[in-house]
Nanobody, 126 residues
């Protein structure tokens, strides 16, 4: 069974950090773009970051650029999202998703992504 599982969410104060993990089971992430998306209450899901199956620095939404870093460890079949300098507006449920692709550039629109995790809650509050 193909599955993505997110972990690492929680409650953090503004300015704090969290590292989200996206672990795959039933398939290897090597051949997939991985995207991180988030959805806040009452808002549409938005793309946060993505990393190509070929690796690289990844792409970021303007709202998180310079604060979030995406990385992948193919040996552990896991993708990470390091989130620093967190703000209350980062509060949301964060999802990872996988898209089979060998293109160099990943995308941050959610429609094409095939496999999704169940989400992990991130709450930034004092």
């Amino acid at each position: 069974q193909l599955q993505l599982v997110e972990s690492g969410g929680g409650l953090v104060q503004p300015g704090g950090s969290l590292r989200l993990s996206c672990a795959a089971s039933g398939f290897t992430l090597n051949n997939y773009h991985i995207g991180w998306f988030r959805q806040a209450p009452g808002k549409e899901r938005e793309g946060v970051s993505c990393i190509s199956s070929l690796g690289g620095r990844g792409n970021y939404a303007n709202s998180v650029k310079g604060r979030f870093t995406i990385s992948r460890d193919n040996a552990k079949n896991t993708v990470y999202l390091q989130m620093n300098s967190l703000k209350p507006e980062d509060t949301a449920v964060y999802y990872c998703a996988a898209l089979p692709s060998f293109q160099a550039m990943c995308i941050m629109t959610d429609g094409p992504y095939r496999y999704w995790g169940q989400g992990t809650q991130v709450t930034v509050s004092s």
